[in-house]
């Protein structure tokens, strides 16, 4: 295998049929596309699909990428949520199980459990935002990558992007607070409209 | 702190938290075992091309290889007297090849009708000129020859018979 191993030299070896190329790959990129598959999805089994189905789609078109247009993970989340579109089509989505506490620095047992429920809540709104909302959200907010390249991947302008993202933050936190007062109906479609 | 910051700090809390996410080890399995196949499936679809331009190739070679031989055997067809002389043929075969134009019959260059000819003119002419009454010459032929040539009451050429030069 080469001994450069970045991302376009990688997709090249893996072209060429390069087996090492592509675990290297693989193993460096399979968590971010499975993230946000599962973020998206809000299920580990459609991300574990979507993962499959992106790696196989890439063995394939390895040579497709081109590094002066983006960088490989744009690439890869370029697919990634093509792919997901389509694992959402074919399953029913299912709220996330089995999510990991969050650690507080609250030492008050009662304030932890609260802060569990929301993130809890948190998880379950953000799956219920609508597609386009909710990409963003997943990408800005629980990625943390920047506006420009979230704009590269999902195909719009960057202020697009923040207003978005804007949008969907204030769902959120009405939801939120909603759920919070005691389970009033959220008016989500008039936020988004 | 404005709700929709404090949103956006527990989104990040659970995008730190959720780092440690990643697909299952069955799934690179899954991957290694469709890469493998597909490489076997490669290399045999390489091998079977492989083969096919080996077959091509050899076919090449037996078309050109034929096409030489069938050249080697068949006499090609004289363009001149003198590229007739110029073979490499045997002496005996060179006379016979050329002979027929120096006989005592007149060689008809009119087929059929006309006048009777009337009239008998022995011409000299260029060798390279004998092209003018349909017979072989090259056309870096040189030197003179003598012909007979039957001429009828219309002007026109019947009949022409070569003299055969002197030795």
């Given amino acids: 295998m080469t001994r450069d191993h970045s991302d376009a030299h990688l997709a090249a070896a893996i072209a060429q049929g390069d087996r090492e190329a592509f675990e290297h790959l693989y193993r460096r990129h399979q968590s971010t596309v499975y993230r946000f598959a599962r973020h998206m999805t809000g299920s580990p089994e459609v991300a574990e699909d979507v993962t499959q189905e992106v790696f196989l789609n890439l063995m394939r078109t390895a040579s497709r990428y081109d590094s002066t247009r983006g960088s490989f993970q744009t690439y890869l989340y370029t697919i990634t949520r093509s792919f997901v579109a389509r694992g959402i089509k074919r399953k029913t989505m299912v709220t996330l199980d089995g999510a990991e506490e969050i650690q507080s620095d609250a030492d008050d047992p009662l304030k932890q459990t609260m802060l569990q429920q929301m993130i809890e809540r948190l998880r379950a709104a953000v799956v219920e935002l609508p597609a386009r909302y909710r990409e963003i959200i997943v990408l800005c907010d629980l990625e943390e990558i920047s506006y420009a390249e979230a704009a590269a991947i999902v195909g719009c302008p960057e202020g697009t992007v923040r207003s978005r993202l804007h949008r969907a933050r204030r769902v959120l936190a009405a939801r939120l607070r909603d759920v919070s007062e005691g389970g009033k109906t959220v008016q989500q479609s008039r936020c988004l409209a | ?167």
Avoid: H, N
Avoid at chain 2, 41 to 64: H, N
Avoid at chain 2, 123 to 141: D, N, Q, V, W
């Fill in chain 2, 1 to 167: 702190m404005k709700p929709e910051d404090e949103v956006k700090e527990l989104l990040r809390q659970i995008g730190r938290t959720d780092r440690s996410w990643s697909a299952p080890p069955v799934v690179e399995t899954r991957l290694l075992e469709q890469w493998d196949s597909s490489a076997a499936d490669r290399k045999f679809r390489t091998g079977r091309i492989r083969r096919r331009l080996w077959i091509a190739s050899l076919a090449s070679a037996a078309a050109i290889v034929a096409l030489l031989v069938f050249k080697e055997i068949t006499p090609s067809r004289p363009s001149s007297i003198e590229q007739i002389d110029s073979r490499t043929l045997p002496a005996a075969a060179r006379t016979a090849t050329t002979s027929f134009l120096y006989g005592d019959d007149f060689i008809p260059l009119v087929v059929g009708g006309g006048t009777a000819p009337v009239q008998l003119a022995r011409i000299r002419m260029s060798r390279a000129a004998l092209t003018a009454f349909g017979m072989p010459a090259s056309e870096t032929s040189s030197g003179q020859i003598e012909a007979e040539v039957l001429i009828g009451e219309d002007a026109v050429a019947y009949a022409i018979r070569l003299i055969r030069p002197s030795r």
